[in-house]
């Protein structure tokens, strides 16, 4: 079965510090890993994924197959990453199922 | 917008009542899909449609039933709902071919069960 976990459901920053936000996942297969982003009063949208490897907004995410894990990273946040932030995981092989991990809240504080 | 478009935006519905909800895509994606959100529960997901049908039903009770009549159209027909039912249900699709699976939300619908 597949499984994403995101630990903390609440993390607070100050501008310009780093921010992690972490995701473990639980999968026999080969995944596919994504971080989708929830701004206030927007619709939820892909901020990355672990395939094509890109920096967006200043975000980045490693896959670490050994210790199953796809954390969020970014060196110096800013107020408006602000936003919920969610772990998710979806099979490369047979049917799409795309699973959620229970999301974390990040603010970033002035 | 992004494409996904959901009807209606805010629903109250009484126990007994029978009531859908809409999904609407134009983005030619071939797979669709539907969550539940609630407070207490990260996003559930509760069926996928791959190319019209149905490849995920995630041990749903029978008072929601699904529909795709088409590639660009998700229902979720509602029976005889708990007051634990209410949450935002949201509506998704992607290409669903490989390696090209980002998911579109749509805003959702707020279910509140009386």
């Known amino acids: ?110 | 917008e992004t494409g996904v478009t959901q009807t209606p935006r805010h629903l109250v519905m009484g126990m007994t009542n029978k009531k859908s909800l809409k999904c609407e895509q134009h983005l030619g994606h071939n797979a669709m899909y539907w969550y539940k959100q609630s407070a207490k529960k990260p996003l559930e997901l509760m069926f996928v449609y791959s190319l019209e049908e149905r490849v995920e039903n995630n041990s749903v009770p029978s008072r929601f039933s699904p529909e795709c009549p088409n590639s660009s159209h998700l229902f979720l027909h509602l029976h005889t709902l708990q007051p634990e039912d209410s949450a935002l249900y949201l509506c998704a699709s992607s290409k669903g071919d490989r390696g090209n699976t980002e998911a579109f939300f749509g805003q959702g619908t707020r279910l509140t069960v009386v």
């Open chain 1, 1 to 110: 079965a597949q499984r994403v976990t995101q630990p903390e459901k609440l993390l607070s920053v100050f501008k310009g510090a780093p921010v992690e936000l972490k995701c473990n996942y639980s999968y026999s297969g080969s995944p596919e890993l994504f971080w989708y982003v929830q701004y206030s009063r927007q619709r939820l949208q892909l901020l990355l994924r672990h395939i094509s490897r890109e920096s967006i907004k200043g975000f980045t995410a490693d896959l670490n197959k050994g210790e199953t894990s796809f954390h969020l990273k970014k060196p110096f946040a800013q107020e408006e990453d602000s936003a919920m932030y969610y772990c998710a995981l979806n099979s490369l092989q047979g049917a799409q199922k795309l699973v959620f991990g229970q999301g974390t809240r990040l603010t970033i504080n002035p």
